[in-house]
């Protein structure tokens, strides 16, 4: 039987792409972002099905869970995806809207999801969650506290959980990518990776077989150093 995957954040960049390559491989997905019109090229480009949700409202995020698993029968492979950094500024300027939208995407959001994944995939004894961190929580930038804070957090998270899901014979896995080229930021980086890579990365994980379990997986472009 065709394996399920929710991936949050399929709209653009890297979840675009791992919508594109796991529904080639066979994967029956459930996308989800906010963009109605990106959605719906998506569906007609790739035949996922799929939900607007906004991340940032719990509230959405507990539905579109629900809306992934109705749709789908169950959700096989929880990939936690959906990531922004809207606030690049030193610690003086930064301001409270700007981290608190930060916390509620890139931690509450994918928590929340992992905790409703877990519920079902628990008692199952079988499942996949994946977490899409960043290289930014292996090391330190100025102008990067809010990002850099929510992904050390979301590394810690996804630490507890691989031990805690291990008991259950559930796998995480953490992803740390470096640089990608995309819309994560305005400005165009062809020297980072690109979406087709990070997202071929991913589905290796995904795809490791049974018996193995990928704990961790950091990958950057050549041209980085800051490790
Ligand atoms: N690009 C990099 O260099 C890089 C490096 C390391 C890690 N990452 C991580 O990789 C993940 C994907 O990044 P990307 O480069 O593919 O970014 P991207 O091209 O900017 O895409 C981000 C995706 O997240 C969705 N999203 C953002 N805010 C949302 C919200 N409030 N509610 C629902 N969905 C929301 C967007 O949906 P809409 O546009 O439809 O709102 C979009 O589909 C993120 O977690 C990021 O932190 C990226």
């Given at each position: 039987?065709?394996?399920?995957?929710?991936?949050t954040?399929a709209?653009?960049?890297?979840?675009?792409?791992?919508?594109?390559?796991?529904?080639e491989?066979?994967?029956s997905?459930?996308?989800?972002?906010?963009?109605?019109?990106?959605?719906?090229?998506?569906?007609?480009?790739?035949?996922?099905?799929?939900?607007i949700?906004?991340?940032?409202?719990p509230?959405?995020?507990?539905?579109?869970?629900?809306?992934?698993?109705?749709?789908?029968?169950?959700?096989?492979?929880?990939?936690?995806?959906?990531?922004?950094?809207?606030r690049?500024?030193?610690?003086?300027?930064?301001?409270?809207?700007?981290?608190?939208?930060?916390?509620?995407?890139n931690?509450?959001?994918?928590?929340?999801?992992?905790?409703?994944?877990?519920?079902?995939?628990?008692?199952?004894?079988?499942?996949?969650?994946?977490?899409?961190?960043?290289?930014?929580?292996?090391?330190?930038q100025?102008?990067?506290?809010?990002?850099?804070?929510?992904?050390?957090?979301f590394?810690?998270?996804?630490?507890?959980l691989?031990?805690?899901?291990?008991?259950?014979?559930?796998?995480?896995?953490?992803?740390?990518?470096?640089?990608?080229?995309?819309?994560?930021?305005a400005?165009?980086?062809?020297?980072?990776?690109?979406?087709?890579?990070?997202?071929?990365?991913?589905?290796?994980?995904?795809t490791?077989?049974?018996d193995?379990?990928?704990?961790?997986?950091?990958?950057?472009?050549?041209v980085?150093?800051?490790?």
């Amino acid at each position: 039987m065709k394996k399920t995957v929710l991936v949050t954040g399929a709209t653009r960049g890297i979840g675009r792409e791992l919508v594109r390559q796991l529904t080639e491989l066979g994967f029956s997905v459930f996308a989800t972002g906010r963009d109605e019109a990106l959605l719906e090229s998506l569906r007609t480009e790739t035949g996922c099905s799929g939900a607007i949700a906004d991340l940032s409202d719990p509230a959405q995020v507990i539905e579109v869970y629900r809306q992934a698993a109705s749709a789908l029968g169950q959700v096989d492979i929880l990939i936690n995806n959906a990531g922004l950094n809207n606030r690049k500024a030193p610690v003086s300027e930064i301001n409270l809207a700007d981290w608190e939208l930060q916390y509620a995407v890139n931690v509450r959001a994918p928590m929340l999801l992992s905790r409703e994944a877990m519920r079902e995939m628990g008692p199952r004894r079988r499942g996949h969650i994946v977490n899409v961190v960043s290289t930014i929580a292996k090391t330190s930038q100025p102008n990067y506290s809010i990002y850099s804070t929510m992904k050390y957090g979301f590394m810690g998270f996804t630490k507890c959980l691989i031990k805690e899901a291990r008991e259950v014979n559930v796998k995480v896995t953490a992803v740390y990518p470096g640089g990608v080229d995309t819309d994560f930021r305005a400005e165009e980086r062809p020297e980072y990776l690109s979406v087709e890579s990070a997202a071929r990365m991913i589905v290796h994980c995904i795809t490791a077989p049974d018996d193995v379990v990928v704990h961790d997986i950091t990958y950057r472009p050549m041209v980085e150093s800051n490790f």
